[in-house]
């Protein structure tokens, strides 16, 4: 069984930064494109930044220049730098692991944005 593990999510204010990261098991992070997720209430969840096994990125433009995805071969593990957070960041974040017709999901990380 695919498990992917997130931590990092909270509350902050606007202008503020968090990290979330995502730990997978070796097979899944060598092979899989990587990515996050958001989903704010009543709203679908939609595509926040991928990252292919070959390092190559992807973003959504709402946070093109904000957001930062990474990967750490040696920990299996995905990373999300948010800076400049907004309160239209406010979502449960999920990390996907995504191959061909396969996707896995985490439990999903909150991320508050408020003052």
């Known amino acids: 069984q695919v498990q992917l593990v997130e931590s990092g999510g909270g509350k902050v204010q606007p202008g503020g930064s968090l990290r979330l990261s995502c730990a997978a098991s070796?097979?899944?992070?060598?092979?899989?494109?990587m990515g996050w997720y958001r989903q704010a209430p009543g709203k679908q969840r939609e595509l926040v930044a991928t990252i292919t096994n070959i390092e190559s990125t992807n973003y959504a433009d709402s946070v093109r220049g904000r957001f930062t995805i990474s990967r750490d071969a040696a920990k299996d593990t995905v990373y999300l730098q948010m800076n400049s957070l907004k309160p239209e960041d406010t979502a449960v974040y999920y990390c996907n692991a995504h191959l061909g017709p396969n996707d896995h999901w985490g439990q999903g990380t909150q991320v508050t944005v408020s003052s």
């Open positions: 070796r097979i899944i992070f060598r092979i899989y494109t």
